[in-house]
Structure formats: C-alpha cells, structure tokens
C-alpha cells in the first residue's frame, strides 16, 4: 500500500514538473513575441478577426511607408547633407520649392541618375476618365497645392476642347498622383461645375492657360463670345480648391483691368503666369499675356499683333490691383509677333531684387541685301518692373550654328533651377510645332543653360520620349513641349522635374491629348 502510494506520489510529481517547464517555456516565448512587436496567441485569440487583419494591414502600410521613405532619404544622400525637400508646400505655389545650394547641390549634380519617363492618357498612366476627340487635354499644365494632406502637390491639366459642358466648352483636370507619377485619382472642373455665371453666349477654352497662385488660387483662362459690342472676348477666373479638388470660392479679373477702357474684340486668347523658382521678395504676383493684339487697336504697342503683358499686385486684402503692361522689347530688328504667347516669371537675374518677365514670341527678321530670313522663335528677357530696364533686357542667344531657327520655339518656359550647381540656370523651352515646310513633327523640348547675367546660352540639349535613356515615343501632331510645368522633385534627385504637355497626341481619339512627366536626371547638366 505505501509503495503504491509512493508511486502515485511520484508520479504526479514529474506530471508537476512537467507542466511547470511547459509553463516556463510558453512564458518565455510569449515575452519574446510581445518584445518584438507581435502580439501572443492569447492576444489574438481574444480579439476580433476584422480588427487582427486591419492591425496587420495598418503595421504593413507603416512599414512599406518606412521603407520607401528610407530609400528614398538613401538615394538622396547617404553621406552628405540632404536638399531641402522639394515636395513640402513652398511660399510658390507654382513650382518646386527651394533650390538645391552648396553642398546639397554639388551631392545632386555628382550622382548618376538616369531620367525617368511616365505618359498620362486615354491608354496610360492610370487615368480612368475618357478622353474624347478634340480634348486637347495637356495644351496647359501647373503643380498646385497638396489639396489631400499626402504629401505629394496635385497636378492642374488644361483640356480645352473638353465637351461636357457644351461643345469646346473646356475643362480643368486635377490629377492626384503617386509617387511614381502615376494617376490615383482624377477630378474635372468645368464650367458648371465651378458654377460660372450663366451666359447666353457660351464661352470656349476653359483651361487654356493655368497657373497657382500665391493665394493658393488656380487662375484660369478661357475665351468669350461678346454678348454685346465691346465686351471682352476672354477672361480669367481664380479658383479656391477644397480637398477633393471641389470649388469653394471663385472671383475673376476685371475686364478694364485686362485690357482698359477699349475692350479688343478679337483678343481670345490669354496666357497666365505666377512667379517660378526661389525668390525672397514679393510673389504675390499674376502676370497675363495678351499674345495677339488687333490691328485696329494699336494704341498700346508700337506695332500690330505684337502682343502685351500685363500684371497684377494681389492684395492682403483680396484686391487685384493692375500696375501696368510691359509692350515687347527687342534688340533683335524685324517684326515681332505672339509676345508673351509664354511667360516665365522669376528672378532671372539672381540677385533677389525683383522679378522678370522671360517670354516666348515669334520673330520676323528684317530682310538682309534681298534676302529675307525665315520666322523663328525667341525668348525675350527684360524686368517686370519700370525699374533697371536697361540692365534687365535682351534676348536668348545661342553660340553659332546652334539656334534652332524655328518659329515654334519659345511656345512654353519652364523653370528648372541651377541643376549641376556651376551657377548657369536651366530653363525648358518647348518647340511645340516645326516651320510647315518641314512637314508634321512631334513637337520636343530644349534643355538649356544660359548665363544669368547676359542670357547666352552655355549649353543645350533638345529632348524627345524615346532619347537619352528613356522609354516611349512622340508622333508626328502630338505637339510635344506645347506645355511645361516645374514639378516638385519625385524621383529623389533633389532636383525639379518637368511636366510636358501633348495636346496633339492621338491616344484613344485624335487630339486627345496626353500629359508626359519627366524626371530629369542627368539631362541638362552636359550637353553641347
């Protein structure tokens, strides 16, 4: 009997023995799990599924965010200082934050970075909405606020010939996209959707010219039929976005203001500007070309069909007060015609004083011993105030053999900073169309160094899809570089990069349209 029960004793003492290591082992365990971020067996027993995989889905979202905002720090600069983030909101509202300086600067330009290429149409990019004929959508672009709170600005797209709102009715498309420039979602702004006044004349091109405002306004251009004799036959609207790209308020300029007293009927097209790249003084400014100026309303211009720039001062208060218009001004003799058919508003010079107006225009050269020269493109220099005229102005000049010669160049500007930091700056210059006599082209773009100072020309590099490294291709119509945006920096070079419009393009339907991003990379610190 006692050696029974010395048995029994024993043996529920090794079951006790047992179970104590057990125990010890699955406590263990479980302070290692919980040490490591991951909830025990008992944790997730006790909660609901629905929630464990929300957790699950939540921790993963962080940590792939983690990643690539580790990667993307990484291929900034692993080493040296990093630029100041351009894709953080900028006092500008219509261009990359601040430029990349000092050592930052040197770092960017040191790095091979091949550029990367993302077409946006009917059949690419991850734009879900219908592009019909005629569209035109990319003949105006501009980078506006970060309208969701993502961290990433919103891409502003002119589609001028858009239908929903009558025919050629026009429409704006904002595009939320992704960091690798692809279209998450898409909202379009025509006008009845931003409630404009009823007419009983319709207007047309809503959209045909864009720019963002200081006030975190979308100025928009768009063309008129006079309800009676001498109303405007353009105006400009500026646009208050909420988060979803919805309209929350909206005001527009004033006729008188536009074109004083004598409204030129013929005047249909207008062109908007708001100050680019870095700049210490005053932006809050809104500059408007007038590019085709009648014959029979000469009074402002010494010359018909010269064009004009008007700007504007927005005020603390929300007055738009003009301060007057700039006529062209030339060193080049002949005839010119289109001015301020582009706008580029910027501290050109560097020194931080003021703003000037670079503008793209057409150029009849006077004839030479009989001989008379073909039209071509210029790009035009000078202050935008009455101040320091003299030392402000001249023209683009390429060294000899390298002027493009044609008469679509200077169609669209694009600020791109001092990119390989050897104090030259970077524009983009679109060449949109070629002189008819060479046939249908593709369109293209110039990436070109000038000196500050005197406009010359340091170094230049014309640029299709399909060229240096990149993917893709531009056909005869498309009308590449017809339109061009400074972008904030997403592919981690530190550097702007360029949006490019193609309202030409035949993706889906003819002229639909298409929009091209384009990190730059290397392109534009070598060249010729």
């Known amino acids: ?15 006790a023995l047992v179970a104590a290591v057990l125990f010890l082992l699955f406590a263990l365990w479980r302070s290692g799990a919980e040490r490591a971020g991951g909830p025990g067996p008992s944790a997730a027993a006790g909660a609901e599924p629905g929630a464990a995989l929300q957790r699950r889905a939540v921790e993963g979202e962080r940590a792939s965010r983690t990643v690539e905002e580790r990667n993307s720090t990484a291929a900034v600069s692993s080493e040296e200082e990093r630029a100041p983030s351009t894709m ?10 601040t430029e990349a300086t000092g050592a930052s600067q040197g770092a960017a330009s040191s790095r091979s970075s091949a550029p990367f290429l993302v077409k946006i149409s009917a059949h690419e990019g991850g734009l879900s909405a219908r592009l019909r004929e005629g569209d035109r959508f990319g003949a105006a672009l501009t980078e506006i606020a970060d309208l969701d709170g993502d961290g990433l600005r919103e891409l502003a797209v002119g589609a001028p010939g858009d239908d929903e709102a009558g025919e050629d009715a026009g429409a704006v498309w904002i595009l939320f996209l992704g960091r690798d420039g692809r279209v998450r979602e898409q909202r379009a702004i025509t006008p009845l959707g931003a409630r404009l006044p009823a007419r009983s004349t319709p207007g047309t091109a809503f959209g045909q010219s864009l720019c963002f405002l200081e006030t975190r306004e979308l100025a928009v251009a768009r063309t008129l039929v006079p309800e009676a004799k001498g109303e405007p036959a353009a105006e400009v609207w500026l646009l208050e976005l909420g988060r979803d790209a919805q309209v929350v308020a909206k005001r527009s300029l004033h ?4 074109f004083g007293e004598t409204v030129p009927p013929e005047v249909s097209t207008l062109v908007v500007a708001a100050p680019s790249g870095p700049f210490a003084g005053d932006r809050n400014w809104l500059a408007v070309g007038i590019p085709a100026w009648p014959e029979n309303f000469p009074q402002r211009v010494t010359e018909p069909d010269s064009g004009w720039i008007t700007h504007f001062r927005l005020g603390s208060d929300g007055r738009i007060a003009p301060t007057g218009g700039l006529p062209p001004m030339s060193r080049a003799r002949g005839t010119v015609n289109d001015y301020g058919r582009a706008i580029l508003l910027a501290d050109v010079y560097g020194d931080g004083l003021q703003l000037e107006n670079v503008a793209g225009y057409r150029l009849q050269p006077e004839s030479v011993a009989g001989y008379r020269r073909g039209e071509r493109g210029e790009v035009l220099r000078h202050s935008a105030s009455r101040s320091n ?7 683009l000049t390429f060294r000899a053999g390298e002027d493009p010669e044609d008469p ?17 700056l970077e524009l983009a210059i ?3 169309e070629k002189r008819p006599a060479q046939g ?3 369109g293209g773009i110039w990436i070109v160094s000038i000196d500050r100072k005197d406009l010359g020309v340091v170094r230049s590099l014309p640029f299709l899809p399909g060229e240096r490294g990149t993917a893709g291709r531009a056909r005869p119509g498309d009308r590449f570089g017809a339109s061009l945006a400074t972008l904030a920096d997403r592919d981690g070079d530190a550097r702007a990069d360029l949006g490019i419009g ?3 393009d035949d993706d889906g339907e003819s002229d639909a349209g298409a929009v091209w991003l384009l990190g730059i990379g290397a392109i534009g610190t070598s060249g010729r």
């Open 408 to 424: 679509g160049f200077g169609s669209s500007l694009a600020w791109l900073g001092d990119r390989d930091g050897d104090g030259s």
């Open 440 to 442: 249908a082209s593709p």
């Open 389 to 395: 005229w003299s030392d402000r102005t001249g023209s």
């Open 88 to 97: 953080e909101p900028t006092r500008s509202g219509d261009g990359p934050g």
């Open 1 to 15: 009997m006692d050696t029974r029960a010395g048995q029994v004793r024993r043996g529920v003492a090794w079951v």
């Open 430 to 432: 679109g060449l949109a």
């Open 502 to 504: 193609a309202p030409g």
């Open 255 to 258: 006729a008188d203001d536009l």
